[in-house]
């Protein structure tokens, strides 16, 4: 039963300064609050975020003026959720850390499932790295699929509530209030911190355009709560210990109703395909598995492909084992296909993805990237052109903290 | 000083990290006039050293030339050190020439802060004095000077001058239109004399382009307006004319070497480290035929380019590739679109003047530019925003205006959606003819009206003067690219001054432009 990993746990209400409570379970035999001298790293992902929308969020856009800044930064694929904040953590791409996208197609169990297991990450995260060295760690988690597959993974673990309907995810104000209290009550060695909510809104943004004033109004709302933080860890004297990379797993492209792709559709007109393939939507990306006889795959995927190409809205499609430079790996499947901008797969039917605002094709790759923080380790007001990736995230902390790369490896870049 | 055997200057171009292409021109003997195809083959040495006093040399080398092409000298130095500031100069019966400075390109690993160009288009001699030129040469700061094109004008004498009576303020050799080889050699040879343009030709290497003007007005794969097959002669003799002069008169890598006659590919190249790499365009010689007058459907026909499709592969090739932070894209004609509906009927003539072919009763766009050429537009933007592609940079010549411009996406929604696919700076002219000077208003009366009505009806276009000439500074680092205009007083004043107008800026990023209140310093 989970009961007895759950009873190595202990849960803590703690009061934030709103007067709400947080619920944070904390692994046993921790003692809270380290030494005023240490060295504290925040990782505050902005779900979703474009690079040009960082100036709409002036407490963002001064951390990314006062620090590094890697304007041509990029997410990698499968630009979604998951993955990217899951290569984050690893400082390695899905061929070795096992979560290529949202959603796949477990072929043991026979069904498409989200990659939000905690058992799906297959190598050590720097989160566990840390605790190893006698750190600790605290996730602090909007999405509840991020929540659950990081697992209890850190030595502080906010459990994100309220959960909104629909969106399945807490809003910043919550998670901002639950980060600050958890900093104030734990004060964690690394906080890895997600906003969800301009991802969201850009999700729901019906109108099918960028900007509009849901838009707008999550930039401005999160960008209150990225200054709430800042200013908790400056006026309670962290500051001058702190880095804090700022990022996002991946960006946003939005599409009309009309501009939907269907590849279910268009492989079930080859009687030669027909109930032999599943399709794990994520998106702006396609992920096909062949499900026939091993012995047809090849001459399938390559026909699925072909099938792919001369669909309406299709930008690419790749056949993952033949390109390696994916560095997907055999639990994203067989075919990899992307859309255009201004399209969005819809599996298995028109209606099954009515999700104006989505990601996930090279679109969608563009990201905000930058270290900041008042730490000497962090160089100020520089940008550099170098394209730093979301798995650089783990070796800029490794190099911060001093801690080396696991026997897995790293494949990203310190960006310090 | 300028003497006898080197009256034509000096000049550097095309640089790459460890080579550059440098540039003279000998006049042995009286008779070896340009064009004339007199006179005896010379060997001519040049030198390259690090100090001015030409102390040391750090490389040095032999150049036979004579009359098969016209004298000129041509030599791509290579195994020089990145980044780094060169002097040259060459010798001739044991006299100098003028000593010209030069730059070599960032090595492709380097991450230089900053990169700042000078940015220049349409000189045309017989409207006006080069004190755009004069002035760039005066700054220090600059790393290389980018031409847009109409670097020469083919007219004769009063067929194209100073404002709208066409008044030639200096009068275009030979006295006219330039059809043959030895008409293009000769008047690159009187443009090469002008001082304030020799002046910059020995400060800072060059990166040029052509656009029509170097061949004739509005040239097509095909022709030209200002071409009439059989009584000129035939349009592709013309131009491989037109081309060899370049090729021998330009400090510029075609079909990737200094070699004249080797190919007159110009479309190429050059990398900037990590931080940018520019794309030259040639937007004249593979394109189709510009539309008629009305409008017409063709304009959205697929099978009609304006890049032909090896050059478009090429620029798509260059905008994903992802070796430099920036794409700088130099774009002889404008890509943003943009409409003139809504234009009073009695300014869309000088407007159309201005702006290229486009006529009384006509389409309400720009044929000559992308506009006229919608398919292979919508393909360069498609790619941009499939890809995600940051940090495209396209920097524009031809239509002797400033304008600022986001790219939009799908111009149809652009003012809902702001959706940006890169930005476009557009630099004005060194002296051929705008706005006021065709209409004969004084700057910044009628032109106002006209510039607020296409931005009202064009809101990507965020920056445009339709009066003034002169130059432009671009500088690019990491965080952003930001166009610094200066405008000239009088053309017809040969010693006017120079004053900054406005900046506009684009954080990396963005794919947006915004003001910002003051230059680069000089």
Not at chain 1, 205 to 221: E, H, P
Not at chain 2, 314 to 319: E, P, V
Not at chain 2, 426 to 451: M, Q
Request: proline residues 6%; glycine residues 8%; contains cysteine.
């Amino acid at each position: 039963m989970s009961g007895v990993q759950a009873s190595r746990r202990t849960v803590l209400k703690v009061a934030g300064a709103s007067g709400a409570a947080y619920a944070f379970s904390t692994a046993a035999g921790i003692s809270p609050a380290g030494a005023a001298t240490k060295k504290r790293a925040y990782v505050l992902v902005i779900d979703g975020c474009r690079p040009g929308e960082v100036d709409a969020m002036p407490n963002v856009a001064a951390l990314r003026d006062a620090g590094t800044w890697y304007p041509a930064a990029r997410s990698l694929p499968v630009m979604e959720t998951i993955p990217n904040h899951v290569m984050m953590m690893t400082g390695c791409r899905p061929a070795r850390n096992g979560v290529p996208a949202n959603q796949i197609y477990d072929r043991t169990e026979a069904v498409l499932r989200n990659s939000d297991r905690p058992t799906d990450i297959k190598v050590a995260t720097i989160i566990e790295q840390l605790n190893a060295s006698g750190r600790t760690t605290g996730t602090v988690l909007s999405k509840e699929y991020l929540y659950t597959v990081f697992g209890e993974r850190a030595t502080h673990r906010w459990e994100p509530f309220p959960l909104l309907p629909v969106t399945e995810h807490s809003p910043d104000v919550a998670t901002t209030s639950a980060a600050i209290a958890m900093v104030e009550q734990f004060d964690p060695d690394l906080v890895f911190i997600n906003l969800g909510d301009v991802d969201r809104v850009g999700h729901s943004d019906l109108t099918g355009t960028t900007l509009k004033a849901a838009r707008q109004a999550a930039l401005a709302s999160t960008n209150i709560q990225v200054g709430r933080m800042v200013d908790k860890l400056k006026s309670s004297g962290k500051w001058a210990s702190s880095m804090v990379i700022v990022l996002a797993d991946h960006s946003m492209d939005w599409s009309v109703p009309e501009n939907t792709i269907s590849l279910t559709s268009a492989f079930n007109q080859d009687p030669t395909l027909t109930g032999k393939f599943q399709i794990a939507q994520n998106g702006g990306a396609d992920l096909v598995y062949w499900t026939g006889s091993s012995s047809a795959r090849s001459a399938a995927v390559a026909r699925m492909r072909t099938l792919a190409l001369a669909t309406t809205g299709v930008f690419q499609a790749h056949v993952i084992s033949e390109t390696p430079s994916l560095r997907l790996g055999a639990n994203a499947g067989d075919l990899l296909v992307y859309c255009k901008a201004g399209w969005r797969f819809s599996d298995p039917g028109p209606q099954s993805n009515p999700i104006p605002g989505n990601h996930g094709h090279p679109a969608t790759e563009p990201i905000p990237f930058f270290v900041s923080g008042g730490s000497p380790a962090v160089k100020k007001g520089v940008a550099r052109s170098a394209t730093a990736h979301t798995m650089d995230v783990t070796p800029t902390l490794g190099a911060y903290f001093g801690v080396k790369a696991p026997s897995s490896g790293w494949e990203g870049t310190s960006r310090l | 000083m300028p003497n006898a055997y080197f009256a034509h200057g000096v000049a550097s171009g095309d640089p790459r990290p460890t080579s550059v292409v440098l540039w003279t021109r000998v006049t042995p003997t009286a008779a070896s006039k340009p064009g004339s195809g007199q006179g005896p083959n010379v060997s001519v040495t040049w030198q390259v050293s690090t100090t001015s006093a030409f102390t040391t040399i750090a490389a040095t080398g032999k150049v036979t030339t004579g009359p098969a092409r016209d004298h000129t000298v041509k030599v791509d130095v290579t195994g020089l050190k990145p980044a780094a500031p060169y002097y040259y100069r060459f010798v001739y019966a044991a006299t100098h020439s003028a000593v010209g400075r030069t730059r070599t390109a960032p090595a492709a690993t380097t991450s230089p802060a900053n990169l700042r160009f000078g940015v220049v288009s349409c000189a045309n001699l017989q409207a006006g004095w080069f004190s755009s030129y004069r002035h760039l040469a005066k700054r220090n700061d600059l790393h290389a000077v980018l031409h847009l094109g109409d670097y020469i004008y083919e007219y004769g004498p009063g067929e194209y001058g100073y404002g709208n009576a066409d008044v030639d303020i200096r009068k275009h050799e030979p006295a006219h239109e330039i059809l043959k080889l030895a008409d293009y050699r000769q008047r690159h040879a009187q443009y090469k004399r002008d001082v304030d343009l020799q002046a910059l030709h020995a400060k800072y290497a060059f990166i040029h382009t052509w656009d029509d003007h170097e061949v004739a007005d509005d040239a097509w794969k095909g022709g030209a307006v200002n071409h009439t097959e059989g009584v000129e002669g035939s349009f592709t003799a013309r131009r491989a004319a037109a081309h060899q002069a370049f090729d021998e008169w330009m400090p510029v890598r075609m079909s990737g070497s200094a070699a004249p006659g080797d190919g007159d590919q110009i479309y190429r190249r050059l990398q900037f480290g990590d931080l940018a790499e520019i794309t030259m365009l040639d937007l004249r010689t593979y394109r189709d035929k510009q539309l008629a007058a009305q409008v017409d459907p063709a304009e959205a026909d697929p099978d009609r380019t304006i890049t032909g499709r090896a050059q478009m592969d090429f620029l798509k090739d260059s905008l994903t590739r992802r070796v430099a932070q920036w794409k700088l894209v130099g774009n002889p004609v404008m890509i943003a679109p943009f409409t003139f509906a809504g234009l009073p009927q009695n300014l869309v003539d000088p407007v159309n003047d201005t702006a290229g072919l486009l006529p009384r009763d006509g389409v309400p766009y720009n044929v000559d530019q992308w506009d006229g050429y919608t398919d292979d537009r919508r393909e360069v933007f498609e790619t941009l925003r499939d890809n995600g592609v940051t940090d495209s940079l396209f920097i524009t010549g031809d239509i002797h205006s400033g304008w600022a411009c986001d790219l939009p996406a799908d111009k149809a929604t652009y003012l809902a959606s702001r959706n940006s696919v890169g930005v476009e700076f557009v630099a004005t002219s060194v002296t051929s003819n705008n706005l006021k000077d065709i209409t004969g208003t004084p700057r910044r009366t009628t032109s106002v009206a006209v510039e607020e009505t296409l931005k009202a009806n064009n809101p990507h276009i965020k920056y445009l003067n339709f009066d003034d000439h002169g130059y432009s500074v671009l500088d690019i680092t990491a965080k952003r690219a930001q166009m610094d205009w200066y405008i000239l007083g009088d053309r017809a004043d040969k010693n006017t001054s120079s004053t900054w107008t406005t900046s506009w800026a684009t954080t990396a990023g963005s794919q947006t432009v915004r003001q910002v209140d003051a230059p680069v310093g000089a």
